[in-house]
């Protein structure tokens, strides 16, 4: 199998191990509840795991703006349907910025590696 379609392949796993990571930090309570905090701890760990196997493939820049971008996009939405904290216009042009990098590192730039 094409090595860079496995390292996307991980990479979009490890977005949403962390942003599921994420959803059950906030329902950790502060770290008050234990099954949500085991529950975030065990997420954020397979993240960064899936996000190593990204890296045999892909260059660390483009891997991390990535997973980092579409989690803050992804948990922005989670947010908002989940926990009903809505989002004003500049929140939605900022999300639409980060989609728009995202977008140009990965079909623009020579550096993504595919």
């Not at 004003?88 to 980060?98: E, H, K, N, R």
Request: glycine share 8%.
């Amino acid at each position: 199998m094409n090595p860079i379609l496995i390292s996307y392949g991980a990479l979009a796993v490890a977005i949403i191990c962390e942003v599921t990571g994420s959803t059950f930090l906030q329902k950790s309570e502060q770290f008050t509840r234990l099954v949500p905090t085991a529950t975030m701890a065990l997420f954020y760990v397979a993240s960064f795991y899936f996000l190593s196997i990204a890296l045999k493939a892909m260059p660390l820049g483009i891997a991390y703006a990535v997973w980092g971008g579409l989690g803050i996009v992804l948990t922005a939405i989670v947010s908002v349907v989940v926990f009903r904290h809505p989002l004003d216009a500049w929140a939605y042009v900022g999300i639409a910025l980060i989609v728009s990098g995202v977008m140009v590192m990965n079909l623009l730039s020579k550096s993504s590696g595919h």
